[in-house]
């Protein structure tokens, strides 16, 4: 070989050297982390200060580890996501005060099923950290529902440290790094914040129960079971119950993660085709609605035989559709005039915005921030408050039904009984005019014989429509009992009262024809005509009104104020006369 040739392959295998040395020396300074001179350390974003290392096969022995060639780390590599690789993060703290340092290195995002953590203390001597939530709660350095590891670096001096990271769902990197003060600051504010959204729940759960226990109504059992299983599932999410409930049983924690949402997704549902009457308003979507709660009940028993690796994403993807599917049965119902759809679709809005921020975290699209961590859980307790806006909603509406009569969807018996003295005392105090009128329908026992009850249904319709037509708020129509109606008048005197009940006369006596053909006999009293000590009087008035109506001939209007004093005798019974 010529000396040129030995020159130019030495400046060659030179040049290499050196490349390599530089590219060593680069990626050797890239896991150097100098601990600041304040004692006082808060980083809630550590993992970018630390570089990765995938391991497809997941058999690299930590020496290999040691000597292998780790990539720079970021946020967004930190997030990884599901993965059958074991993933391995490494740092190297820096101490160049004159005293050793104590710090917290933290993994916020508990649902890891191993973490290995390996300190080296000096040539082949390391200390290790054997935790994950697949093993004993009791082998955590630090009992928290997070993995709290404390790292002391030495006086002028460094401490690598590596993380083995392995498990069957999504492996995210979440580091955190603390001093005492700020770690103990740290969880003071997580127990507030939780406190206060587990605060939430029960009372939530205590509120649906108690009604429940009131009213009866099955659509408040399926919000308590909702509530209820979503907040343990939240509880599991969080590591707290794998902290206080079952720390000796990390199988079961693992599987009742799965479990959990599958029964809080069927429960939701329930709730969902109850409280928008699903059946009835939306037939098809009320099928489909059964359809994944048979999904999701399938997913719930193969919890316990299917590897959590196999079955979480099914999981996950059937809670996605759910929600998307109950925001869009919210939709169609709110468009066919549910009201209580309308609080429903804004909490499923709420949730879904939660649930989409959280499951692209989950699945490494979002990197790992507050928000993205806790967006399911701020999701879900919007969620929740709105959805007991929409039972307050149905308790309205059950209200209403307990005031309505079901055949004329008129003011029933009760709604009367309650409105006649309120607008009693109200005109008293306000010296206004009052009216009332109380009519039935003339000989009804003889058409409902002649006809039969349905046709007796449809004359008792006929009259409620024309009341409808008749009256507007603030009038009250109600159907008082059988073929007998009341209209409350306020803000109506004698001679308009005398108009109205005319008119109200001539539209039933028009509306049907031939043998079908009904009329009604009226009697009405006026609070400005007559000394009433108080509205039962003003009944009492106004139905003997309508006593002499029918002696009188029926199918007329009779003033109670008209009659003479020796006729005003108490009204007799009109069953025979009716």
Not at 468 to 497: M, Q
Request: glycine share 6%; charged share 20%; hydrophobic share 45%.
């Amino acid at each position: 070989m010529s000396p040129l040739r030995v020159a130019v392959f030495a400046g060659r295998l030179l040049l290499a050297l050196l490349l390599s040395v530089s590219a060593h020396a680069a990626d050797a300074g890239s896991t150097v982390f100098e601990l600041p001179a304040a004692e006082r350390i808060y980083l809630e974003e550590f993992s970018r200060h630390v570089d990765l290392l995938e391991d497809p096969q997941g058999k690299l022995s930590l020496d290999r580890v040691v000597h292998s060639s780790f990539a720079p780390g970021s946020l967004k590599a930190a997030n990884i996501g599901f993965t059958s690789s074991v993933w391995w993060a490494r740092v190297t703290f820096r101490n160049s005060g004159p005293r050793e340092r104590e710090i917290f290195l933290r993994q916020t995002y508990p649902l890891i099923d191993y973490l290995d953590v390996y300190e080296q203390l000096g040539p082949e001597q390391w200390r290790s950290h054997e935790t994950g939530d697949r093993r004993p709660f009791a082998a955590r350095d630090i009992a928290h529902r997070d993995f709290v590891f404390p790292i002391h670096v030495p006086a002028q001096g460094e401490r690598v440290v590596y993380l083995r990271y392995q498990s069957q769902g999504p492996i995210d990197i979440s580091l955190s790094l603390f001093s005492s003060p700020e770690l103990l600051e740290s969880l003071s504010r997580e127990q507030l914040a939780y406190g206060i959204y587990y605060g939430c729940v029960i009372m939530l759960l205590v509120w649906s129960s108690l009604v429940f226990i009131a009213v009866r109504d099955r659509a408040f059992l399926a919000y308590f079971a909702y509530v209820g299983t979503f907040g343990l599932y939240m509880l599991i999410h969080n590591g707290l119950a794998y902290q206080y409930l079952w720390p000796e049983s990390p199988r079961w924690g693992n599987t009742s993660l799965v479990a959990f949402i599958n029964i809080a997704l069927f429960a939701g549902l329930q709730f969902s085709r109850m409280i928008l009457r699903a059946k009835e308003v939306t037939p098809r979507l009320d099928l489909a609605a059964r359809g994944l709660q048979a999904v999701a009940a399938a997913l719930l028993l193969a919890a316990p035989f299917v590897p959590y690796s196999a079955i979480i994403a099914p999981v996950a993807g059937l809670v996605l559709i759910g929600v998307i599917f109950m925001l869009v049965m919210g939709t169609a119902a709110m468009l066919l005039g549910s009201r209580p759809a309308r609080f429903y679709v804004i909490a499923w809005s709420s949730f879904l915005c939660g649930s989409v921020v959280f499951l692209l975290k989950t699945f490494g699209v979002l990197p790992h921030t507050f928000f993205t961590q806790n967006g399911w859980q701020i999701g879900s307790l919007l969620e929740m408050i709105l959805l007991s806006m929409t039972l307050s909603t149905r308790m309205n509406e059950l209200q209403h039904q307990s005031r309505t009569d079901p055949l004329t969807l008129l003011g029933n018996r009760r709604l009367f009984d309650d409105k006649l003295p309120q607008e009693f005392a109200l005109a008293r105090e306000e010296q206004k005019p009052l009216s009332l009128l109380v009519l039935d329908v003339d000989h009804f026992k003889g058409y409902n014989d002649r006809h039969g009850h349905a046709r007796g249904d449809q004359a008792i319709k006929a009259v409620a429509n024309a009341l409808r037509k008749f009256g507007r708020k603030p009038f009250v129509a109600c159907r008082y009992g059988g073929e007998e109606f009341t209209v409350i008048l306020p803000g109506i005197d004698c001679s308009t009262a005398s108009v109205m009940s005319e008119r109200l006369r001539r539209t039933v006596e028009e509306t049907l024809h031939g043998d079908l053909a009904i009329t009604i006999s009226v009697g009405y009293a006026c609070l400005s005509r007559g000394d009433f000590e108080n509205a039962e009087k003003l009944f009492e008035a106004a139905d003997s009104a309508l006593y002499r109506a029918k002696q009188e001939g029926r199918n007329c209007v009779v003033a109670f104020h008209d009659r003479a004093p020796e006729a005003q005798e108490p009204p007799v019974q009109r069953a025979a006369t009716s």
